[in-house]
């Protein structure tokens, strides 16, 4: 527990696990919307248009699938960064220790 208490505290699993939630409902939220608008305007059809698809929760999947490598790649570049000690899109500040 004590292994994942400091793997959690790392500035770049914060911001990865920042990453992953911005892009997880900025890809999720228009594509759930676009899936309810056409279930409204089947009911509001009463059965004249047909029933809405699979496609939009499709997309659905696709969207948080993007938003987890998303985020692994955020993962990775920041921590590369914090290794380096230099970064090239953010400050890199020395840990607090040394």
Known sequence: MKI????LARDAV????????I???GLLVPGLLGWLHALTAWA????STPFPDAHGLAYLAVSASVAGV????N???NAVEDRAG???LRDVHP???E
């Open 4 to 7: 994942l208490r400091r793997f």
């Open 23 to 25: 892009t997880t409902l």
């Open 86 to 88: 230099r970064g090239l």
């Open 14 to 21: 914060r911001r990865a696990i920042r990453t992953w939630l």
């Open 75 to 77: 993962l990775l570049w």
């Open 95 to 97: 840990p607090k220790g």
């Open 70 to 73: 998303v985020a692994v790649l």
């Open 44 to 47: 509001d059809g009463q059965g």
